[in-house]
């Protein structure tokens, strides 16, 4: 059963703008992880934030994680072009550490 | 490092053959996933072992599919007799441990005719 659930399902920005995207998920959890995905490739992880982790930074990508609203948001600043990607959330199955995927959001970053 | 190797990349098949994929996970990574990424859904996890255990196959369809991780290090998924809603893409990634970042391969497409 599904986990985290990703929010938009699809995102077309300009380049340099700002993308945000969402991750809700239902039961308490340990971790989450934020991995892309670019057409025909398989998944290359991004970012892993801890549940007493309030933010994370990798260059110019921030993670954010609220625990009492069962909530993270990615922020990819300064976006470009290679950017365009499916993101998706992963938490672990309620008190376990197997992972479970949401349908991803799908963003497209228009030169 | 040598990434998480997956042949074949393509392979088409009818509906009631059998398949098999192979997996050679990052040198040391201890757990090994395999997931089905149906086109437009998120990858859906199959099977997880640690060594050549399995930790998780609750969502695998034993009546059909099966895999092995022998000697702890390669791994095989098999699909015996494909169906056409079997048609997806098949992931397998490794990690270190359960809660650490996973690694994935390419995939192989797996068409269904």
Known sequence: ?111 | EAGVAQSPRYKIIEKRQSVAFWCNPISGHATLYWYQQILGQGPKLLIQFQNNGVVDDSQLPKDRFSAERLKGVDSTLKIQPAKLEDSAVYLCASSLGSDQPQHFGDGTRLSIL
Request: with cysteine; hydrophobic share 30%.
């Open chain 1, 1 to 111: 059963s599904q986990q985290g659930e990703e929010d938009p399902q699809a995102l077309s920005i300009q380049e340099g703008e700002n993308a945000t995207m969402n991750c809700s998920y239902k039961t308490s959890i340990n971790n989450l992880q934020w991995y892309r995905q670019n057409s025909g490739r398989g998944l290359v992880h991004l970012i892993l934030i801890r549940s007493n982790e309030r933010e994370k930074h990798s260059g110019r990508l921030r993670v954010t994680l609220d625990t009492s609203k069962k909530s993270s948001s990615l922020l990819i600043t300064a976006s470009r072009a290679a950017d365009t990607a499916s993101y998706f959330c992963a938490t672990p199955r309620g008190g376990s550490y197997i992972p479970t995927f949401g349908r991803g959001t799908s963003l497209i970053v228009h030169p």
